[in-house]
């Protein structure tokens, strides 16, 4: 399972994994984070082993909420 968090009401959101114990059902946050991505939906493969995500380019240097100047070059990972 993947969920997102924003901050602050920002566009930016960081992707959390959880892995769910089929027998149990219990949830263990795994170390997997995926910072900085916007505007973003989760597509699981199949099987299970991995998913889609999208981010745009990242201008490091900024952290204000004006990172990228318009939201074009979107990239599937």
Not at 7 to 33: C, F, M, N, Y
Not at 48 to 73: C, L, Q, R
Request: charged share 25%; glycine share 8%.
């Amino acid at each position: 399972m993947a969920y997102t968090l924003s901050s602050g009401g920002s566009d930016w959101r960081t992707i959390h994994v959880l892995s769910i114990d089929q027998a149990t059902g219990e949830p263990t946050k795994l170390d997997d984070v995926i910072e900085k991505c916007k505007f973003s939906s989760l597509a699981w493969l199949k099987d299970g082993s991995g998913f889609f995500y999208h981010k745009y380019p990242v201008n490091s240097t900024k952290a204000d909420g004006t990172e990228v100047d318009s939201n074009v070059d979107k990239e599937m990972w």
